[in-house]
């Protein structure tokens, strides 16, 4: 079956890095446009970033851009979240998902990671 998981969470100074992973299993990756999703407490979940099949185009997160940047390696089955000068606001728990197109609206896509947890500390 089809796995996604997140890897690379965990506490970040304000103004400082992190970079979660997600490995895909179960399915022909490249076959695949890759999403991250962010849920914070009590807030709906929200769309950060996607990357097409190849890796040729990204999409952002209005909020997001300039901030955060998406990659993936075809080889590794594997998509990147590279997020540099984090704010408090970015505490979530964020999620990859993959889909057959570049989308920015979680309902269409067709998989899920169980998240992984980042919090950021003043």
């Known amino acids: 079956q089809v796995q996604l998981v997140e890897s690379g969470g965990g506490l970040v100074q304000v103004g400082g890095s992190l970079r979660l992973s997600c490995a895909a299993s179960?399915?022909?990756?490249?076959?695949?446009?890759m999403g991250w999703f962010r849920q914070a407490p009590g807030k709906e979940r929200e769309f950060v970033a996607a990357i097409s099949r190849s890796g040729s185009s990204t999409n952002y997160g209005e909020s997001l851009k300039g901030r955060f940047t998406i990659s993936r390696d075809n080889a590794k089955n594997t998509v990147y979240l590279q997020m540099n000068n984090v704010k408090p606001e970015d505490t979530a728990v964020y999620y990859c998902?993959?889909?057959?197109?570049?989308?920015?609206?979680?309902?269409?896509?067709?998989?899920w990671g169980q998240g992984t947890q980042v919090t950021v500390y003043p």
């Open positions: 179960g399915l022909t990756f490249n076959d695949y446009a």
């Open positions: 998902a993959a889909n057959r197109a570049v989308r920015s609206t979680a309902v269409f896509y067709d998989y």
